[in-house]
Every structure is written in C-alpha cells, then in structure tokens.
C-alpha cells in the first residue's frame, strides 16, 4: 500500500457504496474549481480532432485540449478519434470499394485527401485528418496544454513508444511540457502501464471506474483515474483521492463527458479536479473553472 492507504482504507467502504448509491445533493469540501478540457477540442463548435477545432478552443479561452491518437497502415499517427474513418470523412466517396474504410488499412497520403471538416458544416469543408506532429504543434502555437488518448492501443503494437517519440521530437518531454502540460491516457490499463514504464516523468491518466480495491494497483502506473460522469461520485472521487500516485501526489479525477451546466456543477460538487466537454464555455459558466 502507498502512503495515504490508511486514508483509502477508511473511505474504501464510503467509495464503494456512494459509487453504486450516490448520496443525492452531497457536495465535496470547499475547493478550487476544477479545470475544464476541451474534449476532441471545442468539438460541439468545430469538426473534432482537428486543427479547427483547437484553434476553436484556443479561442474561447481554453488552456486544455483533449485529443485520440491512432495508426496508418504506413505507421503515421494520426488524430482521430474512431477506428474508421467513415464517420467523420468523406472517405466512402474518394474510396468506395474499401470497406469498412479502417485507420489502420490506409496510408497517411491516402487519409490526407480526405476532407474531415464537411460532415460538421460546410464552413469546414475542406479540414484535414491531421498527423499527431501537426496537432501538437497547434497545440504548442497556441500555448495550450494537451489530454491525449492512446486511442486502440490493442490495433497498434508499439504505439506508445511510437507517440513519445513524437513528443519527444517535437520537444514535448522536455521539462516545462512535462511538468504541467501533458498527460497521456487510455482506457487500457497495459496501455497506460507501459507509457509510464517507458518515461516515468510522463504524467498518465487510466480511462474507467476501476474498484476501489483495485485503486491501489493503478497508484503505481498512473497519476489519474478518470471515469464517465454516469459512474462518479463524491465517496468514489474521495477514494480515489485518498491514494498516492507514482509522482508523490494524491491521484487526480477527470470525468467525462459534461455538456450541460447541470451535471458539471454536480460533478464540481464531488470534488473532480478535471471536467472534459465538448462544450467547454458551459460548463466553465457552469463551475467557474478553465
């Protein structure tokens, strides 16, 4: 056990029923707000996962973005967030005949032709499937900092070796980056593990509710438990919070995905130190966070 386990043990039972019984209008102790993450960028106002729609968040005024990472058959990262590419491209018109149109079954050149900005209105038509190196240097034009998922890891043996290195070429692991304005997340626990084992300083996040009694597995590996608003509350977030990360502080809740003012100021009251929407400006409204 880490230290603050003590503290675990006490609110583990707490956790463990509040999780399945959430206790109706419970509200955390008195605390900053939490921070607010573009989810896939402002995607309710600009084509998610592209440069728009960082550029649209950069506008708005917010800090954190959220991205997905996958793999091309050629072995270029990608910003996308499904496995397919027919529901945010054009992808079944400039290749018909290649059903089911996967990510991993089409090169960078290929995926580049595609128009990733028509299906959301035609004032983005035109918007482009960007590569992992020209997302995070929008990111970095802007001065943001970026939640980016490892996005099926089980398709892409090696993409967490791969997606460091990209980071790091671009300058992303020096220590200002790493200090405050990166985390790598993915709802595989291997996935997250071997990030952490292959640059300890990478701050993580694990994507999902696991158990209270699993919690103090995942302290050793991740910095975040970060679960779908429709499983959180205030025992399991104080549970969570009670456990020592592999970085020395207590591990951290972002919950997902809050579009309405009314959830993001209960989810606010359960003490989560991060919210990720696709519309960033309500729940700030909401939470007076950002």
């Known amino acids: 056990m880490h230290a603050r386990a003590v503290a675990a043990t006490t609110t583990a039972l707490l956790g463990t029923v509040a999780a399945v019984f959430p206790v109706p209008g419970a509200v955390a102790a008195e605390a900053d707000p939490p921070l607010v993450i573009a ?11 592209t440069l728009a729609a960082v550029d649209k968040a950069a506008q708005l005024g917010f800090r954190w973005v959220e991205n997905d990472v996958q793999r091309t058959k050629d072995g270029e990262l990608v910003v996308i967030h499904d496995d397919s590419l027919a529901r ?9 005949g ?5 990510v991993k079954d089409f090169t960078a050149a290929e995926i580049a032709r595609l128009d990733a900005g028509s299906w959301f209105g035609s004032a983005y038509a035109g918007a482009r499937v960007p590569t992992l190196q020209q997302y995070v ?38 220590r200002p980056h790493v200090a405050g304005r990166l985390i790598v997340q993915s709802f595989s626990a291997d996935s997250v593990r071997t990030v952490h084992e292959l640059k300890p300083a990478v701050k993580t ?30 025992g399991y977030v104080s549970a969570v919070q009670a456990f020592t990360g592999p970085h020395g502080r207590p591990l951290e809740v972002f919950t997902w995905t809050v579009d309405d003012a009314a959830t993001a100021e209960r989810v606010a009251g359960y003490g989560v130190d991060g919210i990720i929407s696709n519309k960033p400006d309500v729940v700030r409204a909401a939470v007076d966070g950002g």
Do not use: C
């Open 137 to 174: 240097r929008r990111v970095d034009h802007h001065h943001q900092k970026l939640l980016l998922e490892i996005k099926n890891p089980q398709l892409y043996p090696g993409i967490e070796k791969q997606t460091l290195k990209v980071l790091s070429n671009e300058g992303w692991l020096d």
């Open 88 to 96: 945010t491209t054009n992808v079944e018109e400039v290749f018909p």
């Open 39 to 49: 989810h896939r960028g402002a995607s309710a106002y600009a084509p998610e996962n």
């Open 205 to 234: 996040g694990f994507l999902g509710t696991p158990s209270v009694a699993e919690l103090p597995e995942y302290a050793d590996f991740t910095d975040q438990i970060n679960p779908s608003y429709r499983t959180v509350s205030l």
């Open 98 to 102: 290649r059903a089911p149109w996967k």
